[in-house]
């Protein structure tokens, strides 16, 4: 695959050119769709850094990320099912109860990547772009523990049944607890949790579910109230009016390089390839079964 989106001539130290390349196709497609129907989004995580310090992806990064609210991202869900290309594409939607997720995956058919935590599971393995749940947050600070604790919850119940043990600790124990629960447990009433605030004129949003501990996941209101392109390798792509505000509080030195051992931890992928279907290297993907326990 040519690299027609990437920047002329940029380094490629770390071999993930052609695979940023494929991903960057995928979230073409979404802006595309976004424009069309009005629907919104922004960069997040190392995506919106890579905005701000590289001008498209950080050269190690194997992923891209995006925010979406509650309505918007079920305004985008049902565009896409109904006109959708589903020849090329797939929407891959974690944890869905009543129509509410913990984060969603647009994935690209007839291309492969493995993740060591959900390698032998019957699902979908395609190269994908993180759609991730930018929640209504709450002004009281107990109540925004308490919606936290719920989303962290989420997130132990889902790394628990993907067999991930942790490194011992509290975090450790939970794991091992939480095997023995159903996969499903509490998930409605976790998510409910995530959502009640939505439709509440807060002046905060927050990012739970995710790595972001308690404080480092919570965000004024106002650096989402407009969203901006900006140039992201050879395209243009959305961020919050706030961009350097939302960075500081959730990485701080965000401009800082980090270390090798923190940049291998970061990554996801195990394989990929962009012009393989995942099912040529796992003979024993079927029917998708295992996604309805996906977290």
Request: with cysteine; net charge positive.
């Amino acid at each position: 695959m040519e690299n027609i989106l990437m920047k002329e001539k940029s380094l490629d130290p770390y071999g993930l050119r052609e695979l940023q390349n494929c991903i960057l196709g995928i979230m073409v497609y979404i802006d595309e769709i976004c424009q069309e129907h009005g629907i919104e989004y922004c960069l997040m995580g190392g995506s919106a850094i890579g905005a701000k310090r590289h001008s498209g992806f950080i050269p190690w990064d194997d992923d891209l990320d995006i925010f979406m609210t509650p309505d918007n991202y079920e305004k985008f869900r049902q565009v896409f099912n109904a006109l959708g290309d589903k020849g090329r594409f797939y929407l891959q939607e974690y944890g869905l109860v009543d129509g509410m997720v913990t984060l969603s995956k647009l994935r690209l058919n007839g291309t492969t990547y493995i993740e060591e935590i959900v390698k032998d599971w019957d699902m979908h393995h395609g190269v994908y772009v993180d759609i991730f749940i930018l929640h209504s947050c709450p002004n009281n600070r107990l109540l925004q523990l308490y919606q936290c604790l719920w989303a962290k919850y989420t997130i132990l119940l889902g790394l628990s049944h993907r067999g991930y043990a942790g490194k011992g600790g509290l975090a450790g124990l939970l794991l091992k607890i939480f095997k023995i629960f159903p996969k499903k447990f509490l998930l409605r009433q976790a998510l409910k949790e995530q959502y009640r605030y939505r439709h509440r004129r807060t002046n905060y949003y927050c990012n739970f579910l995710g790595k972001a501990v308690f404080t480092q996941g919570i965000y004024e209101r106002k650096w989402f109230e407009e969203y901006l392109y900006v140039p992201f390798e050879q395209v243009e792509l959305k961020v919050p009016v706030g961009l350097h505000e939302f960075l500081t509080k959730r990485f701080g030195n965000y401009m800082r390089v980090p270390s090798p051992e923190q940049i291998k931890a970061g990554q996801h992928v195990l394989k990929w390839d962009v012009k393989r279907d995942f099912r040529e290297l796992m003979p024993h993907i079927h029917s998708f079964s295992d996604e309805k326990f996906l977290l």
